[in-house]
């Protein structure tokens, strides 16, 4: 087994010890909201937002995007679970913002390997056994933050599937100083009707 491995495995352990009575906690969460933010691992939902186990459903995925999957995931938060406000919320310094479909179709194309990066841009190992099906995929980057998160906030206000009557908020979260900035904006978008 690799080092990570067993450190996780660890980890779990320890988490197995002290579990206690969170094997009573209800499917549905407790403070009946949901955030659809970003996977960067420098964002912890539990700590900037003052979450324990079975307080809120955490939807993670790079960018914190309103992906077609993360729509599916807030439409089943409501509909079978019970939220009754939604978050959304991107960050400062997301890798996101660093490149675009096409620097995504070049890297894929060159080689699987892991991409570089430097003050001139993303560069492949071109070492071959790369892919074309990057085509085929909008990777959702963007080129301004403010933006990306008033442009989710009005595609999941604006999806059939989702109740006027839950408010959407939009937050871009401060990676320098852990605050939550309110993008007024897109908070103004999810307003209910």
Same mark, same amino acid.
């Given at each position: 087994?690799?080092?990570?491995?067993?450190?996780?495995?660890?980890?779990?352990?320890?988490?197995?010890?002290?579990?206690?009575?969170?094997?009573?906690?209800?499917?549905?969460?407790?403070?009946?909201?949901?955030?659809?933010?970003?996977?960067?691992?420098?964002?912890?939902?539990?700590?900037?937002?003052?979450?324990?186990?079975?307080?809120?459903?955490?939807?993670?995925?790079?960018?914190?995007?309103?992906?077609?999957?993360?729509?599916?995931?807030?439409?089943?938060?409501?509909?079978?679970?019970?939220?009754?406000?939604?978050?959304?919320?991107?960050?400062?310094?997301?890798?996101?913002?660093?490149?675009?479909?096409?620097?995504?179709?070049?890297? @894929?194309?060159?080689? @699987?390997?892991?991409?570089?990066?430097?003050?001139?841009?993303?560069?492949?190992?071109?070492?071959?056994?790369?892919?074309?099906?990057?085509?085929?995929?909008?990777? @959702?980057?963007?080129?301004?933050?403010?933006?990306?998160?008033?442009?989710?906030?009005?595609?999941?206000?604006?999806?059939?599937?989702?109740?006027?009557?839950?408010?959407?908020?939009?937050?871009?979260?401060?990676?320098?100083?852990?605050? @939550?900035?309110?993008?007024?904006?897109?908070?103004?978008?999810?307003?209910?009707?």
């Amino acid at each position: 087994m690799s080092k990570v491995v067993n450190e996780v495995m660890a980890a779990n352990a320890r988490y197995v010890a002290e579990f206690g009575d969170k094997a009573d906690l209800p499917m549905p969460p407790g403070r009946r909201f949901a955030i659809l933010t970003c996977m960067d691992a420098r964002l912890d939902p539990a700590k900037y937002a003052g979450l324990a186990e079975g307080d809120a459903h955490v939807i993670r995925n790079a960018g914190g995007r309103a992906s077609d999957d993360a729509i599916r995931s807030l439409v089943i938060s409501y509909k079978l679970l019970g939220t009754r406000e939604w978050f959304v919320i991107h960050h400062t310094d997301c890798g996101m913002l660093t490149f675009d479909n096409d620097t995504m179709v070049r890297l @894929l194309q060159g080689s @699987l390997k892991p991409a570089t990066v430097d003050a001139s841009g993303w560069h492949d190992s071109a070492a071959g056994g790369g892919t074309d099906e990057g085509k085929f995929v909008n990777w @959702l980057s963007f080129s301004d933050i403010a933006k990306s998160v008033l442009e989710d906030v009005r595609r999941i206000r604006s999806n059939p599937m989702v109740p006027a009557d839950i408010p959407i908020y939009g937050y871009i979260y401060d990676c320098k100083s852990g605050a @939550l900035l309110e993008v007024l904006k897109a908070t103004a978008a999810g307003r209910v009707a």
